[in-house]
């Protein structure tokens, strides 16, 4: 038994006398406690959200699943996942005006690196800017307003660039 479960009923039993343990005596103060059964159902509602709230932190995982108990309590579809980034290899500035020849593997005059590096073209580098995205099955109903209040209160300060697609 926990520090703030409290069994009302049993309570006025053991705190009334015997003498006094009459029906009506014990209707009569169970409607005087009503009150405060209101107050302290309140009241664990309120702790069991604020456990919940410090269990849970800016973690993939743990964001993951508040926003699926919050959203998507069946199927828990939505997936929290980071923003794919391809470096770009560096060749020149446009501005240093310095051609430079890249010959392909096939032609004579072109030398095989052991180690080649992929250019990528901007198209293909394709950096959002985005510090992850959070991706939602389109049969989920969610509020946009109320999803990215979720992501605020649960993220990390410093990961502040996020996006939410549909999938």
């Excluded at 520090?3 to 039993?13: A, N, Q």
């Excluded at 919050?70 to 980071?82: K, S, T």
């Excluded at 307003?145 to 300060?157: E, G, Q, S, V």
Aim: with cysteine.
């Amino acid at each position: 038994m926990s520090y703030f479960e409290v069994d009302f009923p049993e309570l006025i039993r053991l705190l009334l006398p015997v003498r006094l343990r009459k029906p009506i005596m014990m209707h009569w103060l169970r409607c005087l406690v009503t009150p405060v059964r209101e107050l302290y159902y309140k009241f664990t509602q309120n702790r069991n959200a604020n456990i919940y709230t410090l269990t849970h932190n800016g973690q993939v995982v743990f964001l993951q699943a508040v926003l699926n108990d919050v959203f998507d309590p069946v199927n828990r579809g939505i997936q929290v996942v980071d923003d794919v980034i391809f470096d770009p290899q560096y060749v020149f500035l446009p501005s240093e005006l310095h051609p430079l020849y890249l010959g392909k593997i096939g032609e004579p005059v072109t030398v095989a690196y052991a180690n080649p590096s992929w250019l990528y073209t901007r198209t293909e580098v394709n950096y959002s800017g985005y510090h992850f995205i959070v991706k939602v099955p389109v049969a989920v109903v969610w509020d946009t307003d109320r999803m990215n209040a979720l992501i605020d209160k649960y993220r990390l300060p410093s990961r502040n660039r996020y996006n939410v697609v549909t999938y």
